[in-house]
């Protein structure tokens, strides 16, 4: 059997580019080299396309660099291609199927997959707008609300009304929710340019952190919860992972606490619930996968009160970490889809994605 080319795109702009670094090693490691030609693919913190066909473990650290050559995939449909230059010597790589591991703005917002889709190239993850959706946690939250799924009373404020209007944010949020409450980026992950406010200066300090990241801030109310996920997989038909739970080793699940505090945060794979806690968790993460139509996988994150009891959806991730210690794969391990299985079904799903849309009219 002719083997897939798979190209495998890592690094990206985002404050996410150091977790794409370790998520693309840890793939590139398992996937069956017997079934796929792989073509790790970087793209640098400035946004330039490299090739990269060195060794796997330079890319964790970030040397893979110094021995990358240029690159770019045409969107022209009748290339599917990433065409390399050295020395005057263009290569062209031809591709069967994309699998971005770029987490956060530039790689899991829709703006490459729309590179994708111009390409005509069969690509792992969520399409377009379910990507953009998903990132967007303000559009999001919106969107599971009106689908009458349970998401935390929030506030939205925007970049350009800062400084001048930092001192009504605070007012709004102390008059709606009080402390403690989270300050987030609207369009992040790994919980970069996150805080968890307790009082007035903490909350102004929060706020302007979060729109070092973005135009839009994100304030929400806090629940004493405990914090539980659930690995979503499928097109038409999704399913849901048994759920795991996150014991973090500070007071929330920190960019910090989730990479780099030595194994002190506590992962709970299964997590700790009855039967019938399970089951909703599982239920619902369907269903709030369907309401911003996702196809591939998603990593859907829930709160549940440690007071009432109350389940509420917190976030989805489309492109969510697949590191040595991420959630998103051990779940599925948990569940009894290995790694390695995980990822064929993700490029499977790709494909099988793909000649769905080849199936539908263009033009009259």
């Not at 794409?20 to 330039?48: E, F, H, Q, W």
Request: overall charge neutral; proline content about 5%.
């Amino acid at each position: 059997m002719e083997k897939l080319r798979v190209g495998v795109i890592f690094g990206g702009q985002s404050g996410e580019h150091e977790v794409s670094l370790m998520s693309a090693t840890s793939i590139i490691n398992v996937m069956d080299k017997s079934k796929y030609d792989i073509i790790p693919i970087g793209i640098t913190k400035d946004g330039r396309w490299h090739l990269f066909l060195g060794d796997v473990s330079k890319i964790k650290d970030g040397s893979w660099i110094e021995e990358a050559v240029p690159v770019f995939l045409p969107p022209d449909p009748t290339f599917k291609c990433a065409i390399s230059l050295k020395d005057g010597v263009e290569t062209r790589y031809y591709l069967d199927v994309i699998f971005p591991v770029l987490h956060g703005p530039r790689g899991e917002d829709g703006t490459v997959q729309g590179l994708f889709e111009l390409m005509n190239i069969p690509y792992v993850s969520c399409g377009v707008g379910s990507s953009a959706v998903c990132m967007d946690k303000v559009f999001s939250k919106k969107l599971l609300k009106q689908e009458g799924l349970p998401v935390v009373d929030f506030k939205v404020f925007y970049k350009k009304d800062l400084p001048q209007g930092l001192s009504d944010m605070v007012i709004e949020v102390e008059k709606s929710f009080g402390y403690p409450c989270f300050v987030k980026p609207a369009n992040l992950g790994s919980s970069v340019g996150v805080s968890k406010a307790h009082n007035r200066e903490e909350l102004k300090s929060a706020i302007m952190l979060a729109a070092e990241f973005d135009r839009k801030i994100l304030v929400e109310r806090f629940i004493p919860a405990r914090e539980i996920e659930c690995s979503v997989l499928g097109n038409d038909n999704p399913v849901a992972s048994l759920p795991g739970e996150i014991i973090p080793s500070e007071e929330f699940y920190s960019y910090t606490a989730k990479y780099f505090d030595g194994g002190k945060s506590k992962l709970l794979i299964p997590a700790p619930l009855s039967a019938e806690e399970t089951e909703k968790i599982r239920n619902l993460a369907i269903r709030a996968y369907k309401a911003l139509d996702c196809s591939g996988m998603a990593r859907v994150d829930f709160l549940i009160s440690k007071v009432t009891g109350v389940i509420y959806i917190n976030e989805l991730n489309s492109i969510p970490g697949f590191t040595s210690i991420s959630m998103y794969p051990k779940m599925w391990e948990a569940s009894g889809l290995s790694y390695k299985e995980l990822i064929d079904r993700l490029i499977e799903l790709a494909i099988e994605r793909h000649r769905q849309k080849q199936a539908l009219k263009l033009t009259l």
